[in-house]
């Protein structure tokens, strides 16, 4: 599948600011962009997704941007506590042959 | 099952040697997928496969690496005459659709070639 760019590849942040991180893809054909959550040593989660006739979707503290004509998508966490210290990946996929393709994670730390 | 079940969940291997991963899906999920995760590593795509379908096999990175699905369900990956670069971990994911929508990930097997 086409290439996904994700920044930052490592994320700090005080206990109760907000992360952002992003992904920029090349596909236009890309219609589904979902973000996965790993903890060390655990297999990864779906935490949130979107889908390409959606700009916005958000789920308490987590939310989800989408800007079709750029081609990129970021994550937000609001408030964000120790137990968000995780990588996060995002994914994206136009339906093609080869399911989800992934960015590389940011490992997000969370400062007490 | 209630989830996607891997096994064995660590695999200790000398270098040459044959191995095989198992992966078990939720039932149900006609897509099956497999990645591959190596050390601080992203998600490598290898293999995919929707129902009976020929799989898809353009992220397998060498002839050495092989997959099959046995009547829908479970899968097996193959890796011949392992190399050290094979070390990693290797996830199992499956999903109902065809949109390759809502993945859910097994626990991965960790396989170390020495």
């Known amino acids: 599948g086409e290439n996904v760019e994700q920044h930052p590849s490592t994320l700090s942040v005080q206990e109760g600011d907000s992360a952002v991180i992003k992904c920029t893809y090349s596909d236009s054909a890309s219609n589904y962009f979902p973000w996965y959550k790993q903890e060390l040593g655990k297999r990864p989660q779906l935490i949130i997704d979107?889908?390409?006739?959606?700009g916005e979707k958000k789920d308490q503290r987590i939310a989800v941007t989408l800007n079709k004509t750029a081609k990129h998508f970021s994550l937000h966490i609001t408030e964000t506590q120790p137990e968000d210290s995780a990588v996060y990946f995002c994914?994206?996929?136009?339906?093609?042959?080869?399911?989800?393709?992934f960015g590389k994670g940011t490992h997000l730390i969370i400062q007490p | 099952g209630a989830g996607v079940s891997q096994s064995p969940s660590n695999k200790v291997t000398e270098k040459g040697k044959d191995v095989e991963l198992r992966c078990d899906p939720i039932s149900g999920h006609t897509a099956l997928y497999w990645y591959r995760q190596s050390l601080g590593q992203g998600l490598e795509f290898l293999i995919y496969f929707q129902g009976n379908s020929a799989p898809d096999k353009s992220g397998l990175p060498s002839d050495r690496f092989s997959a099959e699905r046995t009547g829908g369900s479970v899968s097996t990956l193959t890796i011949q005459r392992t190399q050290q670069e094979d070390s990693a971990v290797y996830l199992c994911?499956?999903?109902?659709?065809?949109?390759?929508?809502?993945?859910?990930f097994g626990s991965g097997t960790r396989l170390t070639v020495v």
């Open positions: 994911a499956s999903s109902s659709s065809r949109g390759h929508y809502g993945y859910t």
């Open positions: 994914g994206h996929s136009g339906g093609g042959a080869d399911g989800l393709t």
């Open positions: 979107i889908r390409s006739n959606v």
